[in-house]
């Protein structure tokens, strides 16, 4: 969608304002909104996150948001029509916060799978990224929403984000990690691209020749570049390139010393227009100028509608990676008439992880676990059984919001904002545990406030051991039944990131022992910092509250005993947010605790052991081979339990395929995440992912592009006609499926260093029992290509491989 507004016009908008005035649109009004301009007609823009839900401006359980798949959840269904589908919804939801621009899709690779924000990334390969994340800036943008193209470029991991610099060479810069960018502005005409924090080959990329020379010149993007939050640091290196917008505000490096350079001629002023001119461009776009065109009318959604897609999308992203017979059939689909007892079993099968923490992190109207999930599916004539087994973490959780009453008796926790002289400056009454204050205090002035109290009743649900404690960053002071217990500093550890302080913050707890029905009033009171009105007051703190109702020994042991009641036993391990979140890296990839202990223990005794792995990134699984079958769910959004129900169950098939490979082992294979002396060296080249298992001839646990259905399919044929490529293949089992049609380009005689093969195009098919169908895809140009200072094409033939996988090749011709 372009605006119907005219360059001429928009630049006479531009020559309108005073230098002031032009300086002043270009850095945020506040954490997420930019300033408006009343003398052109320019409303205040708002930016939401949005990689999993768009947040919106509030950041917690009173602004509740559609929680759609993660991005490797998205991904792993490798349908570009259903991820428009889910950008539509996100548009609705956006619109329904006000929202103009959502900061999502994040097109970073999956690098390493020890990239703490890997959840939030799509996939290891560049066509597959470029492909899903195009699908959803064309859904998003189709509504008159604009998407932010995230984060440009080589941020593909979390340690020193702020201050790493990447080293990647030429070829494989170009080839790999700005190829899904370079598609997303071309072919979906991206309105909004953000610039990483990280530097790039000596340059920060908030002030690197590539947002002008790349970005503007070569890919002829005409939208805006704004940095990452936090991430302009200077004013000049900064203004004289191709960054538009500083967020968030209203502090900054530029306002007045932008002002100052422009006046003493070290900045032009016509790089400022520019800026204003794209800014007022994206204004047009979004429906924010009151003599522009209206955006794009948003299709409605009811409640019903976006969950049923949520549930939808959950299921085509799920991966069964395997699905060994357990006598004469595969374990899965399960017959529900033939079940009498399931044993539901594991960390995350009552308390999942929906989605990833960090800017993904939205608070979603209700959540389906799979515990509830199978236990409405199943129906009253299954007996389903549930037990912990192993705890996946060792955190304590925010406070469960159905054990909290204030003092009064009312539901929920009371809040009071108190003074220097512990005066009572506000109150409020929230539902849930977990907060987040960004410069609005219910109406208090931030200036004013030194203490921030919680009171509250926890009432116990079951008997056992509590947990009662904060989450944050500062002092915290705690009182049970009105006697103090503790009084203490909390602190991250040095040189952490500052996001760990809001995924990961340091905890202190009492430990009291409550029988069922049991009360106990909490007061925890958090010390502001010492701040001034000028600055953004961040305040993120939590109740928490767990309960152990037996140690991890005695869970194990009630595990094997429920599993080898059953007819069906499902284990549901995971990772948590003690591992696998923005702000820092994985530091290993083995399941948390004594999961992978529980999995031996249940599939020892239980030949019908299905495990599902609520992760959004590899897990090592040394159990993969014991188990019947292993279904890999990732963060698959707030209808988790209705999917896998669906999927268990054979509603459904599993219709996802791995966007990333799954290691077998840790070793040298995996690329580090760890710079050294601020330097993260890219030597795998153009290596990545799956090209390098193939390269080094190392077998992983799963290939990319791995994945099974309910049904099988044989390969036919494979015929090409110009770029075109043709497969026929039949479904030859008992029931109708889809298949992923995988086209690889190989060279082996390439006079250029090249991978074994590398993907070209991907496509679905379906079919009945029986019944052929045909894949069509058109290669395009570019899969021939490599970089030279400029793209080149080889004269000659390439080798067109189908594959069921990057390894699994079935079928092979000639193109070119």
């Known amino acids: 969608m372009s605006s119907s507004l005219s360059a001429p016009d928009l630049a006479a908008l531009v020559a309108r304002l005073t230098l002031e005035q032009k300086v002043r649109l270009l850095t945020g009004a506040d954490f997420w909104a930019l300033y408006d301009e009343p003398t052109i007609g320019l409303r205040r823009i708002v930016t939401s996150d949005g990689p999993a839900g768009v947040r919106g401006e509030l950041w917690d359980e009173r602004d509740p948001s559609t929680n759609i798949p993660s991005p490797t959840a998205i991904a792993a269904s490798w349908d570009p029509e259903l991820t428009a589908t889910l950008g539509r919804l996100l548009a609705h939801e956006a619109r329904r916060k006000g929202v103009d621009v959502v900061l999502a899709p994040t097109v970073n690779l999956h690098r390493s799978p020890y990239g703490g924000r890997h959840f939030e990334c799509f996939s290891e390969d560049p066509v597959l990224t470029g492909s899903i994340g195009a699908a959803l ?382 009360a106990i009033r909490v007061s925890l009171v958090h010390v502001v910092k010492d701040h001034t009105a000028d600055e953004d007051l961040l305040v993120s703190m939590q109740l928490a509250v767990d309960c152990t109702v037996e140690d991890d020994d005695a869970s194990l042991a009630h595990a094997v005993t429920d599993a080898a009641a059953a007819d069906l036993a499902v284990v549901v391990v995971g990772t948590s947010e003690e591992v696998e979140s923005e702000g820092f890296d994985r530091t290993s990839l083995a399941l948390p605790g004594r999961q992978d202990e529980l999995v031996h223990r249940v599939a020892a005794v239980r030949p019908e052991t299905v495990v599902v792995v609520n992760a959004g990134a590899p897990v090592l699984m040394p159990w993969r081979d014991e188990v019947a079958a292993t279904l890999l769910a990732w963060f698959p959004g707030q209808e988790f339990g209705g999917a896998l129900a669906d999927v268990l169950l054979g509603q459904v098939e599993p219709g996802g395929r791995l966007p990333t490979t799954w290691p077998a082992a840790e070793d040298s294979v995996l690329p580090s995440t760890t710079p050294v002396n601020g330097r993260l060296d890219y030597t795998e080249g153009l290596h990545l992912g799956y090209r390098r298992f193939l390269r080094d001839g190392v077998e992983p646990a799963y290939w990319f592009g791995h994945g099974l259905g309910y049904t099988t399919w044989s390969y036919d044929e494979v015929a090409v006609a110009g770029e075109e490529v043709s497969v026929t293949v039949t479904n030859t089992g008992p029931r109708a499926g889809r298949e992923l049609v995988q086209v690889y380009l190989a060279r082996p005689d390439s006079t250029v260093e090249r991978p074994v093969r590398w993907l070209a195009a991907h496509t679905w098919v379906e079919a009945e029992p029986g019944t052929s169908a045909t894949a069509r895809v058109v290669v395009p140009q570019r899969a021939f290509e490599h970089w030279d200072g400029g793209w080149n094409r080889e004269a000659g033939a390439f080798i067109v491989e189908i594959g069921r996988s990057a390894a699994d090749i079935v079928l092979r011709t000639e193109i070119g």
């Open 137 to 518: 800036v064309e859904g998003l943008q189709s509504q008159g929403v604009a998407a932010t193209v995230k984060h440009f470029v080589a941020n593909d991991s979390e340690t020193d984000r702020l201050t790493v610099d990447a080293r990647v060479d030429e070829r494989p810069l170009r080839e790999l990690y700005l190829a899904p960018f370079e598609t997303i502005v071309r072919d979906a005409g991206a309105w909004s691209v953000m610039a990483a924090y990280n530097t790039v080959n000596g340059h920060s990329m908030t002030e690197s020749p590539m947002l002008r020379d790349v970005l503007h010149e070569e890919w002829g993007f005409d939208g805006v570049t704004m940095t990452d939050w936090y991430a302009g640091r200077t004013t000049e290196p900064a203004a004289r390139g191709g960054l538009d917008l500083v967020m968030p505000g209203p502090t900054g490096p530029w306002r007045e010393a932008l002002v100052t350079a422009v006046r003493e001629g070290r900045v032009d002023e016509d790089a400022v227009d520019a800026k204003v001119l794209r800014l007022l461009r994206l204004a047009a776009r979004v429906g924010a100028l009151a003599d522009g065109p209206e955006p794009a009318p948003v299709t409605p959604w009811t409640d019903d509608e976006s969950d049923a897609l949520v549930q939808r999308a959950a299921a085509a992203g799920f991966v069964l990676v395997r699905n060994a017979p357990v006598g004469d059939a595969p374990v899965l689909p399960a017959d529900p008439t033939r079940l009498r007892r399931v044993a539901v079993i594991g960390p995350n099968a009552r308390e999942a992880r929906f989605l990833g923490g960090g800017s993904a992190l939205v608070f979603p109207p209700a959540t389906v676990s799979p515990l509830a999930g199978l236990i409405a599916a199943l129906g009253p004539d299954v007996e389903v059984t549930y037990c912990l087994g192993a705890r996946g973490h060792e955190r304590v959780s925010a406070a469960d919001a159905d054990l909290l009453t204030t003092p009064d008796g009312e539901r929920g926790i009371r809040v009071e904002f108190r003074g220097a002289g512990g005066e009572v400056l506000g109150v409020d009454r929230r539902l849930g545990s977990a907060f987040n204050w960004n410069n609005a205090f219910e109406g208090v002035d931030p200036a004013l406030i030194t203490e921030i109290a919680l009171d509250t009743v926890v009432t116990a649900d079951q008997t056992g051991e509590y947990r009662i404690g904060a989450s944050g960053v500062g002092r915290y002071r705690l009182r049970l039944d009105d006697r103090p217990a503790f009084d203490e500093l909390l602190e991250l550890a040095p040189g952490a990131d500052p996001v760990e302080g809001l995924m990961r913050p340091p905890q202190e707890w009492a430990t009291v022992p409550l029988t069922a029905g049991q």
